[in-house]
């Protein structure tokens, strides 16, 4: 069924790290309509919280980096 392939596709990519900073970016990009002060905290609120994703979340699948 397509419908479970796009779920198990969309499932996996979800617990990619790469996947929760770009949507982290493209939140914080959303952000230049609003005032300059409104900007300049939501990107300084979104490159924190993409830095605490890529701090946190693993890149390789096991989440070691073991050699």
């Known amino acids: 069924m397509q419908l479970d392939r796009l779920k198990r ?3 996996a990519q979800a617990k ?3 996947t929760w900073r770009g949507v982290v970016l493209v939140a914080t990009a959303l ?3 609003l005032s ?3 900007r300049e905290a939501i990107v300084t609120v979104g ?4 830095g ?3 701090a946190v979340m693993p890149d390789q699948k096991g989440g070691t980096d073991a050699e």
Do not use: D, H, K, R
């Not at 490159?47 to 993409?50: D, E, I």
């Open 47 to 50: 490159l924190f919280v993409a």
């Open 9 to 11: 596709y969309l499932v």
């Open 16 to 18: 990619e790290p790469s």
């Open 31 to 33: 952000g230049v309509s």
């Open 52 to 54: 605490v994703i890529g």
């Open 36 to 38: 300059p002060a409104q």
